[in-house]
């Protein structure tokens, strides 16, 4: 029988996770089928449940779902843990587990598709919400020389740095507002706030990016107002998300199959687009 997966969200129509999971089955040669759910507000749990009830084997969650998929998983990676969100179920006999391929998507495209080595570089990640809880963990793992959050509200990312203090490591972990940033310079700079969601860009103050810096935004598909301004401001490299997007979908594949696909044909495919 072929197995089920699914995205779940809401709105889920404009996913691109069934494409690149119909790629994946069929470089692998998986017998698998994947499907995109619109799940009703306040009803993400029953919408779990049935796909469970109707054979399926796991389910990539997307907004506004991510903390309702924390909450339902019996178990979490250590991962899942620290981001205290879910985007990746996996279904068997044992209960629902949750892992978060977030990090890991984000380290793999900058190590794989862009040549960007983290071990030892001056990071800059900016926003202290749930995107950047999301890949903390993954980014310290790579041992940084320096991790810099920062905020428009300094207190946020200053709650989030004590959180995750006891996995820096060597790594020198700070956390300040904007302002702050004024002197100091990274080699690569992650846009996880949502301005670009909104057409604007972080007030950073020039002089942020050292020569050959790279200013990576999460939101993909489009020039965002981010990168536009990290190329005014001096940064020699941008880019956008869809690379994370392919890679954390990877991750997600392997979790279920057991097969690590080759994520070059589908960045070829959906990068003209």
């Known amino acids: 029988m072929t197995d089920r997966y699914a995205v779940i969200g809401h709105p889920v129509a404009h996913s691109k996770s069934p494409q690149i999971h119909a790629v994946f089955a069929g470089l692998t040669l998986q017998d698998?089928?994947?499907?995109a759910i619109l799940a009703p507000l306040g009803g993400f749990a029953d919408a779990v449940r049935a796909f469970i009830a109707?054979?399926?084997?796991?389910?990539?969650?997307?907004?506004p779902f991510k903390l309702e998929a924390?909450?339902?998983?019996?178990?979490?990676?250590?991962?899942?843990?620290?981001?205290?969100?879910v985007n990746t179920l996996i279904f068997s006999p044992a209960g629902i587990h949750g892992d978060n391929t977030d990090g890991l998507?984000?380290?793999?495209?900058l190590r794989?598709?862009?040549?960007?080595?983290?071990?030892?570089?001056?990071?800059?990640?900016?926003?202290?919400?749930?995107?950047?809880?999301?890949?903390l963990l993954p980014l310290l793992e790579e041992k940084p020389a320096t991790l810099t959050l920062a905020n428009r509200t300094a207190a946020k990312a200053l709650v989030l740095r004590d959180e995750f203090a006891p996995r820096a490591g060597s790594c020198v972990f700070t956390a300040v507002g904007f302002a702050e940033l004024a002197g100091q310079q990274f080699d690569l700079v992650i846009n996880a706030?949502?301005?670009?969601?909104?057409d604007e860009a972080p007030p950073l103050p020039p002089g942020v990016y050292a020569p050959d810096s790279l200013a990576?935004?999460?939101?993909?598909?489009?020039?965002?107002p981010f990168m536009t301004a990290a190329r005014a401001q001096g940064a020699a490299r941008q880019a956008d998300?869809?690379?994370?997007?392919?890679?954390q979908a990877a991750e997600s594949f392997y979790l279920w199959r057991g097969v690590r696909p080759d994520t070059a044909p589908v960045l070829a495919l959906l990068r003209p687009a």
Do not use: F, Q
């Open 32 to 35: 698998m089928r994947y499907e």
């Open 54 to 63: 109707s054979g399926g084997r796991g389910m990539n969650v997307t907004v």
């Open 70 to 85: 924390y909450a339902l998983a019996a178990t979490r990676s250590p991962r899942a843990e620290a981001a205290k969100s």
């Open 105 to 109: 998507g984000l380290v793999a495209d």
């Open 112 to 135: 794989r598709n862009l040549g960007c080595d983290l071990a030892g570089r001056r990071i800059l990640l900016l926003g202290a919400g749930g995107a950047a809880r999301g890949v």
């Open 193 to 198: 706030t949502s301005a670009s969601l909104a």
């Open 216 to 224: 990576y935004d999460m939101v993909y598909g489009r020039e965002t």
């Open 241 to 247: 998300g869809l690379g994370m997007l392919v890679e």
